[in-house]
Each structure stands twice: as C-alpha cells, then as structure tokens.
C-alpha cells in the first residue's frame, strides 16, 4: 500500500488525508451535496493501523464529530446521502447510524435501498453463511439540513414501460424511478483477484445521488474509501472534496482517471439471454436482422436495436465492428 503523507489533486476533485472529524478546509455552508458510506466497524481491514472494530460508544463518538462537521459544512438547502448496510448477523446498526446522524442536527427526508443482486444478478457478500439469508441490499438514506433539499428525480426518471400512461400523470414520457435502487457491482473479485479495498460502492450509485441535485456545484465524501464518490463527480463536471485517513493513492489516482460510461442496468440474466438468443435466431434466417426488420416502424426498429446496444450487441445489430462479443452470464 502507498501511504503518502501529502494531498491529492487531479482535475476537479481534491482529497485531504486526514480524519474528517475535523474540515478546517471547508467553510461553513459551501458544500451542496454529501455522499458517504461510513466505515462498517465489522472488521474491515482499511489499513493496518485502523481497527474497524470500535466499541459501540466510540463508533458512534467518532460518527457524530464527523456528522457534525458535515452538518456545518453543508449549505442550507444540500443533502445527505448516507449509506449503511447491515450484516445478515448484524441487523440494525444502520439504523443507530442514521441516529447519530439525525443527533447531529440532520433530518431524515426519506429511505432508499440499493439492491446489489436480483434474480442473481449481482454481486453480494454470502454474510449469512448458510444460516441465515444474506443481506443483499443497503439502505441510502436521504438527510437534509432543512425540509426542502433541492432534489430532482426525473433527473434519473425511467420512461413508461406502459406508454398509455403518458399524459396520465405528466404530458411527459418520462417517470421517477423510485426509492429502490438496482446497482450492481460492475466487476466482482474473485478468490484469485485480490480487492484493492474492502468495501467500495459502485460509482453510479453516487452518480446516481448526484445527477438527483440540480445546480450542485460541489460534494463532500468524509469517507473518501478509493474516491468513487469523487469520481462519479469529475465524470459529471462537479468539484469533489474527500477525507480518507488511510488512503492508496494509486488506487485513487487511477479511478479518478477513469472515464465512466453509464450504461444503465438494463434487465434480468434470463430474460436478457432470451432477447439475445431472439437476436441471434433472426440473425441465422436469410438476410439475417436486418431484412428481419424490414417493414417494421421505425420507432419500433430502433428500440430493438437500442436495447441489443445496450444488452451489449446482437451478432451485428448491435455490436459496432469491432467490438468484443459481450461476456457471457
Ligand atoms: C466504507 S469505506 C468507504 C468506501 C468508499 N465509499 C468507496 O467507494 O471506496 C470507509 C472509509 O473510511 C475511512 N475512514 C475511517 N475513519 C476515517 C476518518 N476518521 N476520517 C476519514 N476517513 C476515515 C476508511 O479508511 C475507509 O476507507
């Protein structure tokens, strides 16, 4: 691990190495956004030197001077986005979380889940160990300083799946997407590929959160981890400021370097098998896909073919030349 002892920059985004218990480098009311996920205190292993294993009362001591700080910092319309996920053998701890939270002066506007795994889709930690399930979501709880966070849904709204409902309630094609929140981790480790932290969330959840704030003109991550929130903000054109007290900063640099194309979750392992296999039988007939739909409206055509785009390609129509045939489920 590289520990330096400095600070790092890299575009719009800046990281302190040190404790967020205390942000000198922040003025009272100057962040508009908050996104963090605490350290568990299950026993991660950040860094040698840091024992995620504080007695209760300490954990939350250590939570509520960090709250605290957020709280001055963030300006009076911002909000928080704090994400904390039980364990299969550790239920409720995300609720004292957000408790230490609300002492802090924050309140509660509304619970989100974010499901990592659906229909085995997705990554998730086997924390029930056979005896119990595994806890395959977290919660993202949405606080604010004051009643009225400056918060815009449609801004990560779905379309209707059914367009009848169009002019029912908007004139608008268009639709919040709901507190429930599917996110699964773009690429897993394996026994043999070795973790470069211990408890990342994927960067579109905080690019989520993010796209949902209009006007926000800077974030704070106190709990920085490998800088996702950070880099969800540079991809979105937002300056970024991170505390992390055992930081990498190779790990750091590279995703802060990474460009991230949001291709958003499309649909269930079996039923995206069934629309390539589909593809796939129209592609083997004469004249392959394309005669396949000739005739058809062109609305209709291009919703076939930008779904097979965003499955990750039919044998041709949606696969630009060159592209790598998508990896198989
Ligand atoms: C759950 S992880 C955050 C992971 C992050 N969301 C990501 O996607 O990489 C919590 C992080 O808080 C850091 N940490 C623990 N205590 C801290 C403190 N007092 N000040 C700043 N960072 C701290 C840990 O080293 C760990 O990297």
């Keep these: 691990m590289n520990l330096p002892p400095g600070d790092l920059e890299s575009g719009l985004q800046r990281l302190y190495f040190h404790s967020s218990e205390r942000m000198p480098e922040l003025p009272a009311a100057s962040v508009d956004v908050i996104i963090t996920s605490p350290p568990y205190n299950r026993g991660k292993h950040y860094h040698p030197s840091y024992s995620d294993r504080l007695l209760p009362e300490e954990y939350e001591r250590l939570l509520s001077r960090v709250f605290r700080e957020c709280h001055r910092v963030l300006r009076p319309r911002g909000s928080f986005f704090l994400n904390v996920g039980d364990s299969a053998r550790d239920q409720g701890k995300s609720e004292r979380v957000v408790r230490v ?30 005896r119990n399930f595994s806890n395959i979501f977290e919660y993202v709880y949405l606080l604010a300083r004051g009643p009225s966070p400056r918060i815009d849904v449609l801004r990560v709204g ?50 989520r959160a993010l796209r949902c704030v209009p006007g926000a003109r800077r974030v704070l991550d106190p709990f920085a981890g490998t800088g996702s929130t950070l880099a969800a903000a540079e991809s979105l054109g937002i300056e970024g400021v991170g505390y992390e007290r055992f930081p990498d900063t190779t790990v750091l640099r ?48 291009g919703e076939v073919q930008s779904l097979l785009e965003r499955l990750g390609g039919s044998p041709t129509a949606g696969r630009r030349a060159g592209q790598p045939r998508p990896p198989k489920d």
């Design 101 to 130: 939270a609300e002492e802090a002066g924050f309140q509660r506007v509304q619970t989100l889940v974010w499901v990592k795994s659906i229909l085995g889709k997705g990554h998730y930690t086997p924390s029930g160990r056979g």
């Design 158 to 207: 779905i379309p209707y799946a059914d367009k009848s409902n169009i002019g029912r309630y908007s004139a608008q094609d268009l639709r919040d997407a709901g507190n429930v929140w599917f996110i699964p981790y773009r690429e897993t480790t394996g026994p043999r590929r070795k973790k470069r932290h211990e408890a990342p969330f994927p960067v579109e959840l905080p690019w």
């Design 254 to 301: 590279e995703r802060l370097q990474t460009p991230y194309p949001f291709a958003p979750t499309v649909l269930l392992p079996e039923l995206e098998r069934a629309v390539r296999l589909l593809a796939r039988l129209l592609e083997a007939r004469p004249g392959g896909l394309e005669t396949a739909l000739q005739g058809v409206r062109p609305q209709v055509r």
